[in-house]
């Protein structure tokens, strides 16, 4: 919100309270024709911010939209999240999983070759992330697919399967992707 409107409002709330607080409590006859044109007045202020809050939302909605439509998956809906987040690889090696380094956590079977990642548990919560949801990771070609979940520990996060391939994980290091997914 632009910070000279912020100012207006508040200023022009905190006389509206004032004016309430005095009119209200000792309020007589004779004053209530005078209050009469000072309300219209609060009020016409009032619906001018309210005017100028909604032009400016308009623009930054407009402004969203122009940005995210430079990177659209033509398999993805209409309504695109992006998120940046921290990006590690993975293999299914016991060491870097369990004792079970091709299971995924909602029993799903990892092999070599498949588009898949692992997401920390706030992605799951609060940005709606589920098994399933195909993203993409800008940089990476094609579609990756939720099919794992990482420890609690961690927060915003993704693990991308790098099959058995140690070298190609270890290049890869840790790196900040934007990640785009449809609801």
Do not use: C
């Not at 060491?95 to 692992?118: E, H, M, V, Y």
Request: proline fraction near 2%; glycine fraction near 4%.
């Amino acid at each position: 919100m632009n910070i000279q409107l912020s100012l207006k409002l508040m200023i022009l709330l905190s006389f509206i309270a004032m004016n309430i607080i005095t009119n209200t409590s000792f309020a007589t006859p004779n004053r209530n024709h005078h209050n009469k044109s000072i309300n219209s007045t609060i009020r016409g202020e009032v619906a001018k911010i309210q005017r100028q809050l909604k032009k400016i939302e308009k623009k930054r909605h407009i402004a969203s939209r122009s940005r995210s439509a430079k990177f659209k998956s033509k398999s993805l809906k209409n309504h695109t999240n992006v998120l940046k987040v921290t990006a590690t690889a993975y293999t299914s090696h016991v060491a870097q999983t369990d004792s079970t380094p091709n299971i995924a956590a909602w029993g799903d079977k990892l092999r070599p070759g498949i588009k898949a990642i692992a997401v920390s548990r706030d992605l799951l919560k609060i940005y709606g992330l589920k098994h399933g949801t195909k993203v993409r990771i800008k940089g990476l070609s094609g579609e990756y697919m939720v099919l794992d979940k990482m420890n609690k520990r961690w927060r915003k996060k993704i693990d991308i399967y790098m099959g058995k391939d140690l070298k190609k994980a270890y290049k890869w290091g840790r790196r900040k992707v934007e990640l785009r997914w449809s609801l």
